[in-house]
């Protein structure tokens, strides 16, 4: 097993269907069915936002605390059984405060699950872009009184007719606040996005980031400035941002010199964890163990860990 860091995987993409109904019935929340058959046969995807309609139907059944941590207990053992080491956690606030769970019960319970976990972790607040930028400013102001329970911001959600430039000031407040800010780009948008995300909202790590392929020049650029890509192909695979995972051009960002890392993003979603996706990835693209170890010693370099934990790790990668 690989060790490597988990830099793009979405805390609420872990809830499986046997989770599902289990918090269902503990919050007395109505399924439209319990039959676990039915919902995984749900979990097949058009497009992104195919995907992101099931994804927040299901996310009222998290209601307290406890949920939130049974929730980030179950993705810590999976991931640590995977061979993750440092997992830097998204999650989706605005989707919580919408269902009327507090923040701090969000907080309380994914942070105490990180306390019992043997794997390295930190959280990252996602804005969500389809709400707009004034939605993202409070959603800032109403997370800072636990400031000290996350080290970044991110955006996620519908990308394409949400470009980066409209959250630039959040993302300016969320700097001056002392944190790390990333952002999606380029997963359905065009390689705009990702220049955007760079210059406007100074974004120091880009998710998913593959389109930017397209574009010759952002290619130099982001191989010049070794700017992290969290790639997730089970993911692009399962959402039809590619055909095929034989299609993928992760090869070709590994062979262009970028510095891509392999992540799940929403697991419980796309057919599997961090270690299904290298799986994948040597069973369907012929990967070699030799880019495997590039690709996890990629993931420490892009992680925002102290440099000598990352140095730690890096040298359990073998070869
Ligand atoms: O893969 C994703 N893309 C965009 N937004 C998301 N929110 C959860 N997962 C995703
Ligand atoms: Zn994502």
Not at 62 to 73: A, G, H
Not at 194 to 210: C, F, K, N, Q, S
Not at 273 to 291: I, S
Request: some cysteine; aromatic content about 8%; charged content about 25%.
């Amino acid at each position: 097993m690989l060790p490597t860091a988990e830099l793009h995987l979405h805390i609420e993409g872990t809830l499986e269907p046997e989770m599902l109904v289990e918090l269902a019935a503990r919050n007395g929340v109505a399924l439209a069915t319990s039959d676990l058959d039915e919902l995984r046969a749900k979990y097949d995807f058009s497009d992104l936002q195919s995907f992101l309609d099931l994804y927040y139907a299901n996310l009222p059944v998290l209601r307290t605390d406890q949920d939130f941590y049974d929730l980030t207990s179950a993705y810590l053992a999976r991931a640590e059984r995977a061979g993750v080491r440092r997992a830097e956690i998204f999650f989706d606030p605005q989707v919580h405060l919408g269902n009327g769970v507090p923040l701090g019960a969000v907080f309380e319970g994914i942070t105490g699950a990180f306390q019992n976990s043997p794997v390295s972790t930190d959280l990252i607040l996602c804005f969500l872009r389809d709400l707009g930028p004034g939605a993202a400013a409070e959603t800032l102001r109403k997370a800072l009184p636990f400031r000290e329970r996350f080290i970044g911001v991110g955006l996620d959600s519908a990308e394409v007719g949400h470009p980066p430039a409209p959250f630039a000031e959040v993302y300016q407040q969320a700097a001056a606040e002392g944190l790390h800010r990333v952002a999606h780009a380029g997963e359905e948008g065009g390689p705009e996005y990702v220049r955007d995300a760079l210059d406007v909202l100074g974004a120091e790590r880009i998710d998913h980031g593959i389109r930017a392929v397209e574009d010759p020049e952002l290619v130099a650029r982001l191989r010049d400035e070794q700017v992290p890509l969290t790639v997730c192909p089970l993911s692009n695979v399962a959402l039809r941002v590619v055909d095929r995972l034989a299609d993928h051009v992760l090869p070709a960002m590994l062979r262009e010199g970028l510095l891509v890392c392999v992540n799940s993003d929403d697991p419980a979603y796309f057919g599997g964890y961090v270690d299904d996706n290298f799986a994948a990835l040597r069973g369907d693209l012929g990967m070699t163990d030799e880019q495997l170890a590039l690709l996890a010693r990629n993931s420490f370099d892009a992680c925002f860990a102290p440099d000598e934990e990352k140095a730690a790790w890096k040298a359990e990668v073998p070869g």
